[in-house]
């Protein structure tokens, strides 16, 4: 069974750059798995920040932009604000309607 | 704007059944895929089912695949998830999310959810 894997946790400083990354415990990450990325806070429904790989949902600020990064997807939050503390999902796509998502990463701005 | 409404939730014993409903507006609901995600208290996203606009396709986690059943009702703007034989792991919040669409591939839309509790 595959399994998507994200970082548990990662922390940034206000204003910082960050880089999270979602991988395959099992093959490498491609456009042809359409990552996407979800943003989750505390008590609210998840919203879609990227897809595609890289393409940015309506109304989501530019400093999130996502990307392939060697064998894996990643989502870069560029100039961190505190309210991007939260958690970050990445779902890809396996062919045939199927999506798994990854475990989720908890982001902490400092 | 785009606004989906979950209904349907609730507590059931082990075994029982449980149908969910999402009532959507603010789009052509015809013409888009559906999703259902649910959340775990404390836990992750876990992609449930998917169906396609004209019903042509269903598709499942292999967790819930043979329990769970999607569907949709393009008339009345509705997709459903029919739970059978619920376990005390399903217990989680369902979300009932729209397909970004127009070629593209993402959980685009999502509503505010509807919890599901499986206890004896």
């Known amino acids: 069974q595959t399994v998507v894997t994200q970082e548990p946790s990662f922390s940034v400083s206000l204003g910082g750059t960050v880089t999270l990354t979602c991988g395959l415990s099992s093959g490498s990450v491609s456009t042809i798995k359409y990552p996407s990325w979800y943003q989750q806070t505390p008590g609210q429904a998840p919203r879609m920040l990227i897809y595609n790989t890289n393409s940015r949902s309506s109304g989501v600020p530019d400093r999130f932009s996502g990307s392939l990064l060697g064998n894996k997807a990643a989502l870069t939050i560029t100039g961190a604000q505190a309210d991007d503390e939260s958690d970050y999902y990445c779902?890809?796509?396996?062919?045939?309607?199927?999506?798994?998502f990854g475990g989720g990463t908890k982001l902490t701005v400092l | 704007q785009v606004q989906l409404v979950e209904s349907g939730g609730g507590m059931v014993q082990p075994g029982g059944s449980l149908r969910l409903s999402c009532a959507a507006s603010?789009?052509?609901?015809?013409?888009?895929?559906m999703h259902w995600v649910r959340q775990a208290p404390g836990k992750g996203l876990e992609w449930v089912a998917f169906?396609?606009?004209?019903?042509?396709?269903?598709t499942y986690a292999d967790s819930v695949k043979g329990r769970f059943t999607i569907s949709r009702d393009n008339s009345k703007n509705t997709v459903h998830l029919q739970m059978n034989n619920l376990r005390v792991e399903d217990t989680a919040l369902f979300y009932c999310?729209?397909?970004?669409?127009?070629?593209?591939?993402?959980?685009?839309?999502w509503g505010q959810g509807t919890m599901v509790i499986v206890s004896s």
């Open positions: 603010g789009f052509t609901f015809s013409t888009y895929n």
């Open positions: 779902a890809l796509y396996m062919g045939s309607a199927i999506w798994v």
């Open positions: 999310v729209k397909d970004q669409g127009g070629g593209s591939c993402g959980l685009g839309i």
């Open positions: 169906i396609r606009h004209d019903e042509s396709d269903k």
